[in-house]
């Protein structure tokens, strides 16, 4: 999953990640300025995703899958 694709789609990364749980396999890390925009990536940590509970709910699934950070 790309967690800036699935935002601009409209869709939760953290509750997709608690929902997929062991078919999660693969997760595309990055932050967004405007959950709408494209071209708003920005610094991980400094845009409007919620990337501490993303990271929660890794654990808390007990991920071992790829995670890329981009």
Same mark, same amino acid.
């Given at each position: 999953? &790309?967690? *800036? /694709?699935? +935002?601009?789609?409209? =869709?939760?990364? #953290?509750?997709? #990640?608690?929902?997929?749980?062991?078919?999660?396999? &693969?997760? /595309? #890390? $990055?932050?967004? $300025?405007?959950?709408?925009?494209? &071209?708003?990536? +920005?610094? #991980?940590?400094? *845009? =409007?995703?919620?990337?501490?509970?993303?990271?929660?709910?890794?654990?808390?699934?007990?991920? +071992? *899958? /790829?995670?890329?950070?981009?």
């Amino acid at each position: 999953m &790309d967690i *800036g /694709h699935a +935002t601009r789609a409209g =869709v939760d990364p #953290v509750k997709t #990640v608690d929902e997929c749980k062991e078919r999660l396999l &693969d997760l /595309h #890390v $990055k932050d967004l $300025k405007n959950k709408t925009d494209k &071209d708003s990536q +920005t610094e #991980v940590g400094k *845009g =409007v995703l919620d990337i501490p509970g993303l990271f929660r709910a890794l654990h808390r699934i007990g991920f +071992t *899958g /790829h995670l890329g950070l981009e």
